[in-house]
């Protein structure tokens, strides 16, 4: 991979001959202050985004239960799932279980560090993109503070997504590819692009979003040809060495336990689009909050830059306008906006004619994620952040207490259930549920179904899933629930704060 620089060549102007001349020991010492300020200013910067994430304590997310409870079946059977073990309605059916190396992974850190565990997931995670971020930005533009400012600006606006999902990886593994392409473009240097196959054999074990990643390389080789055929433009890479990492690119995404089948999981998540209208983090932006309104000012501040430019880009071009499509399509994927904007704007804005050219040492970067890792661990200290913590997060937002009255009383299935709530039970009542966040299994219709019960709509005690069921764990609050309160073919075991569990009258 490229070396890591800090600043652009010195300028080959002459001094003025106005003041006098500064001391060599008065440069250095400047220097020298300066080099430690911009470390210190680093580490802060690699820190803050990570803080954020570990005050929120996200581990009370509806997926990250099934994920771990896949990565414990891996373990315990020595060998990947290729049936579908949780649903009762697709229980034996075929399954792609594209996350696997993320799951296996998360169920280690939980068997090792409990709930602090997915929270020291998602904060080393946002430390690394940020870092990435960093890195990629300041290759690009020359201006340290600016460098710091766009860098955070892209950071904070997905705020939202500090969750412990795997969609992490994909935003890790986007930035370092976009890092890798950008500077092959601006300098010629092919060597980086050997990284790629590297990077796409992980991705495709571990997100589904690495299609998002072969489409940059599609258009580094749409722009390569655009080029060859004008003979020649700035800013793009030769037609063999784009093609080849486009083709490696993709044979890598096949490393993976089911071969070419992962792409028929891509092709059914982008078909159904039942998700969009009921899962939250697949809707649109809603535009309540300051993250939302930072995605919007990257998307302008972005377009504005390529115009201003005066100058047709292919590859930035194509890439920002797929970014703010499917950003402005579906919050969980802002993060692609915030990525391709930073690179943009970093190339795009030019450097203050006053800003002091400071060359940091090469291990700067590292001592700064150094620095910024003894933060973080401090940190749940001072915020006063542990398992016992975190463990009532997830009491006040999930069944824990039904489960265990469920347990305790050994009342059997089969279970019907609500969305938000299949991952956990998945996970703590280890029976199969009626219904969980995995969208492309259950497809628009099973997800409609199951939204038209659990709002009690009419024709709601026809679902069959609710027929057949003997147990019925859903929100203290849903419509559903009120409506079972009232049919004498229900009887009500259990009610707390958070969930109401019934059983079918005998």
């Known amino acids: 991979m490229a070396t890591l620089t800090f600043a652009p060549p010195q300028s080959t102007g002459h001094p003025t001959a106005s003041g006098p001349k500064p001391s060599p020991a008065s440069a250095n010492a400047g220097t020298r202050a300066d080099r430690y300020a911009q470390t210190l200013i680093m580490t ?43 649903s009762r309605g697709f ?23 409990g709930l602090m565990g997915i929270l020291g997931y998602s904060t080393g995670m946002i430390l690394a993109i940020t870092a990435a971020m960093y890195h990629m930005v300041r290759r690009l533009q020359a201006d340290f ?42 300098t010629g240097r092919l060597r980086g692009l050997l990284w790629l196959p590297v990077i796409f054999a992980l991705w495709a074990n571990i997100h589904i979003e690495f299609i998002y990643g072969l489409f ?70 809603p535009f309540r909050d ?10 302008l501040a972005s377009v504005a830059a390529l115009a201003w430019s005066r100058r047709f880009r292919i590859f930035e071009s194509g890439v920002l306008l797929f970014a703010i499509v499917m950003s402005f399509r579906e919050i969980r994927d802002i993060w692609l906006l915030c990525a391709v904007a930073a690179a943009v704007l970093a190339s795009a804005i030019p450097a203050r004619k006053d800003s002091k050219v400071v060359r940091l040492p090469r291990f700067a970067l590292a001592l700064a994620i150094l620095g910024a890792i003894g933060i973080l661990l401090l940190a749940p200290r001072v915020l006063k952040v542990d398992n016992a913590k975190l463990l009532s997060q ?16 050994g009342y059997p299935g089969p279970l019907f259930n609500e969305f938000d709530w299949g991952g956990y039970l998945i996970w703590s009542l280890r029976q199969p549920v009626a219904i969980d966040g995995r969208t492309n299994l259950y497809g628009n219709d099973g997800m409609d179904r199951s939204i038209t019960t659990w709002n009690g709509l009419p024709n709601w005690a026809t679902d069959p899933q609710l027929k057949s069921a003997r147990l019925i764990i859903g929100h203290v609050n849903s419509p559903l629930t009120q409506l079972l309160r009232l049919d004498s073919n229900y009887q009500l075991v259990y009610e707390d704060k958070i969930a109401a569990v019934f059983v079918v009258r005998n």
């Open 290 to 299: 300051l993250p939302d309104y930072c995605v919007l000012a990257l998307a």
């Open 394 to 409: 997830v009491i006040n937002t999930m069944p824990v207490h039904a489960v265990e009255a469920v347990r305790e009383k």
């Open 44 to 86: 802060l910067l690699f820190a803050a985004p990570a803080i954020l994430c570990l005050h929120a304590g996200a581990v009370a997310d509806p997926d990250i239960w099934w994920h771990m409870r896949v990565g414990e079946l891996i373990l315990q059977n020595h060998h990947i799932l290729r049936t579908e073990p949780f």
């Open 145 to 186: 503070i600016v460098s710091v400012l766009l860098t955070y600006a892209a950071c904070y606006s997905f705020c939202h997504l500090y969750t412990p999902r795997p969609w992490m990886f994909s935003i890790l593994f986007f930035i370092l590819e976009l890092d890798i392409l950008m500077q092959a473009r601006k």
């Open 216 to 285: 940059l390389t599609g258009m580094v080789f749409l722009e390569s040809l655009a080029a060859n055929r004008r003979n020649g433009a700035r800013d793009s890479l030769p037609v063999v060495p784009a093609a080849c990492a486009l083709v490696g690119s993709g044979l890598a995404t096949l490393a993976n336990p089911f071969g070419w089948r992962i792409y028929q999981v891509i092709y059914d998540l982008v078909t159904q689009g039942g998700g969009l209208k009921q899962v939250s983090e697949m809707q649109a932006i």
């Open 91 to 113: 229980a034996g059916t075929p399954w792609v279980v594209y996350s696997w190396l993320f799951e296996l992974l998360m169920f280690k850190i939980y068997q090792w560090f």
